[in-house]
Nanobody, 114 residues
Framework: QVQLVESGGGLVQAGGSLRLSCAAS????????MGWHRQPPGKQRELVAF???????NYVDSVKGRFTISRDNAKNTIYLQMNSLKPEDTAVYYC????????WGQGTQVTVSS
């Protein structure tokens, strides 16, 4: 069973930075991608970024140039470096591991004040 633990959320002013971490425990077989989704207040969960099993990063347009996803294979951890944060980035951020099964973390709150 794969377990994901996120950390690094918090409150930051617009223009600031945060770094999210997601540590995966357990054996991951058939990895397709690892990534981050977010759920803004009153809205549906949406994709933010993911990194494929081969290491290729992908981003949604709204975060390109501001967010960077990376992976430390030795630590089985992925990161999301978020720079130039905007109030519209406020959301609960969820880590996701995609195999034949989707695994989710518990979420970490990111709040960006204007």
């Amino acid at each position: 069973q794969v377990q994901l633990v996120e950390s690094g959320g918090g409150l930051v002013q617009a223009g600031g930075s945060l770094r999210l971490s997601c540590a995966a425990s357990g054996s991951i077989f058939g990895l397709i991608a690892m990534g981050w989704h977010r759920q803004p207040p009153g809205k549906q969960r949406e994709l933010v970024a993911f990194i494929t099993s081969s290491g290729s990063p992908n981003y949604v347009d709204s975060v390109k140039g501001r967010f960077t996803i990376s992976r430390d294979n030795a630590k089985n951890t992925i990161y999301l470096q978020m720079n130039s944060l905007k109030p519209e980035d406020t959301a609960v951020y969820y880590c996701n591991v995609r195999t034949k099964t989707n695994y989710w973390g518990q979420g970490t709150q990111v709040t960006v004040s204007s």
